[in-house]
């Protein structure tokens, strides 16, 4: 999703958060991330890269040691503890393992957040009626969470976060504990439920795949520090750090197989073969871009692999190719292919 | 059954009155004193609801020391704060107040582990969704505790079947105290097996009602 240019005020503004816990090094390194009002916000990094304290740290079960947290026009860590409170009623939290109480059926699960909140038994019903029907789950009223599969759990764990009409939904590996097929019904639940309820999502996930199928931005956290932020087209097409390159690669796959390079035939006398990496975005992205270049600069382009995959809703296809021809061609046809706007860089 | 004679029934029935009497009123007593205490002791532990390291020590170390001392010299320890509480040193009720004392301190750890099985992860969410503090351990805690919580009655309860046998000490009486005197000392084998068959049936009874009760409570 692009940022339009007059963009409103982020719905949740963190601000150059430190925090370290003794004398270790710092869990988290002066970051910054801001989420506009509607877009689903990803944070993706490996395992103790700090996510999930930065995660906490928007609804302050985790204490920055330095930094600002505003949430809704809000400064977090000016609220007293009763606020504090009071605000959080307006931040819904999912969780890996979805730490429903085992003691209550799930009805009583999703109305925990409005009982606590002092709400009337008839207008706790009633909610947890309407939560049930939005998360599909309306015959499992009674059921405790037992007797739930990994995704309906989930699914309560997703209703009871959204009982109190929070603007703002927190999810902490919210898929990480299921199987891809259950993953793929949650990430469908929770966009949908974005675009009905215009809700704002902040998610934490080391997959990229949930980055790739479900978020606008994404900004990569490695050991407490942002290495990348931007829309997920663009982390995903044109990554600029390493770590966010491994991470695109886990999802878009190695583009040239391992050992075909190997097995390519040598080229002719003056002649080079090159392995070209060709990404297809944007308006080019459908122009039969191979075989202009083909005839144009005189080279023979043996395809390796190649694939048009959509992120975010956008095409774009990645391609490897065996180009042979004289140096000179072959420099030729990549700087003009580069010139119609595609990625084009040599695979080594 | 030559020596079930009535005297012997009237001393096996009031033994076990006795008995019945100790066990009760001191798992009461141990039950609303260990509650508090084992909830202070987990929400003052390192990470908790309120991290408070000075009064965890100082419960933990209190509550240590009161089970390591063997009940038999706790119970002569006592006798000047027995004889204020019960009026009296010596007695049925004069026994109950060490037991009290010795089963608070075996059921608030007892009880501090039940708590500490609770996923933290619950905790963790009702404080995201905005819960109070008191809220977390009654809504939270205790709730999903409860089975715990139950089980440690029980296995309280069973030990202090055993302990009171040691009642006799301070003149408690009791169904131990009865196979002690009759059984042991009078030489009367029948005697003892009575009561040991006796006391095998109260803690299979104690020991099943329990378990019926915590599968009842469970829900995972």
């Excluded at chain 2, 006798?79 to 509480?85: C, L, M, N, Q």
Aim: proline letters at 5%.
């Amino acid at each position: 999703m692009e940022v339009p240019i007059a963009a409103p005020p982020p719905l949740v503004r963190l601000d150059g958060i430190r925090k370290s816990y003794g004398r270790h090094a710092p869990v988290l390194d002066d970051v910054s991330i801001a989420v506009q009002p509607g877009e689903i916000f990803g944070i993706v990094g490996r395992s103790g890269a700090g996510k999930s304290t930065l995660l906490r740290c928007v609804n302050l079960l985790e204490r920055p040691d330095a930094g600002r947290v505003d949430v809704a026009g809000q400064d977090m860590l000016a609220l007293d503890p009763a606020a504090l409170r009071t605000a959080r009623r307006g931040i819904g939290m999912v969780f890996q393992h979805f730490n429903l109480l085992s003691s209550l059926t799930v009805a009583a699960n999703i109305a925990f957040p409005l009982a606590i909140a002092g709400t009337g038994r008839t207008q706790q019903r009633e909610r947890v009626r309407e939560l049930l029907g939005l998360v599909g789950l309306t015959d499992k009223a009674e059921a405790y969470p037992r007797q739930l599969s990994g995704g309906q759990k989930q699914r309560v764990g997703i209703a009871r976060a959204l009982a109190s009409r929070p603007s703002v939904l927190l999810c902490d590996e919210a898929t990480s504990a299921l199987d891809p097929e259950t993953t793929g019904e949650i990430l469908d639940l929770i966009r949908g439920l974005r675009d009905r309820l215009s809700l704002t999502v902040l998610l934490i996930t080391h997959e990229m795949a949930v980055v790739k199928t479900l978020c606008d931005r994404v900004a990569i956290l490695d050991r407490g520090r942002l290495v990348e932020t931007g829309a997920v087209f663009d982390v995903f097409t044109r990554p600029r750090s390493a770590i966010a390159r491994r991470f695109v690669a886990e999802v878009i796959g190695d583009d040239v197989p391992p050992g075909a390079a190997g097995r390519l035939p040598p080229p002719a006398d003056h002649e080079e073969c090159r392995v070209l990496r060709i990404l297809f975005a944007g308006p080019n992205s459908t122009r039969a871009v191979i075989s202009e270049v083909s005839r144009r600069f005189r080279l023979d382009l043996n395809i390796m692999s190649g694939r048009i995959d959509e992120i975010g809703g956008e095409p774009f296809g990645l391609m490897a190719v065996a180009a042979y021809g004289e140096p000179a061609q072959i420099d030729a046809g990549m700087a003009w292919m580069q010139g119609l706007g595609l990625d084009v860089t040599v695979h080594s | 059954m030559t020596w079930l004679t009535p005297t012997m029934q009237d001393l096996l029935l009031d033994a076990a009155v006795e008995t019945a009497q100790m066990v009760g009123l001191s798992a009461l007593v141990a039950v609303v004193l260990g509650l508090p205490l084992a909830l202070v002791l987990h929400v003052t532990g390192a990470g908790q609801l309120s991290p408070n390291r000075l009064v965890n020590l100082a419960l933990g170390g209190l509550i240590n020391a009161v089970r390591s001392v063997p009940f038999i010299i706790l119970m002569v320890a006592i006798v000047p704060f027995t004889r204020v509480v019960a009026g009296t040193s010596i007695g049925t009720l004069a026994a109950t107040v060490p037991l009290a004392i010795a089963a608070t301190a075996f059921i608030a750890r007892l009880f501090e582990t039940a708590l500490r099985e609770v996923d933290p992860g619950l905790v963790e969410a009702a404080q995201a969704m905005g819960a109070t503090r008191l809220q977390i351990v009654t809504r939270v805690l205790l709730r999903e505790a409860a089975p715990g919580l139950v089980a440690a009655i029980t296995v309280t309860l069973v030990s202090l079947v055993g302990y009171s046998a040691m009642a006799g000490a301070v003149g408690g009486g009791g169904l131990g105290d009865l196979g002690i005197r009759f059984g042991y000392q009078r030489f009367m084998p029948a005697v003892m097996a009575t009561v040991v068959v006796l006391l095998i049936v109260v803690v299979q009874l104690l020991q099943s009602l329990g378990d019926l009760l915590v599968r009842r409570l469970t829900r995972r």
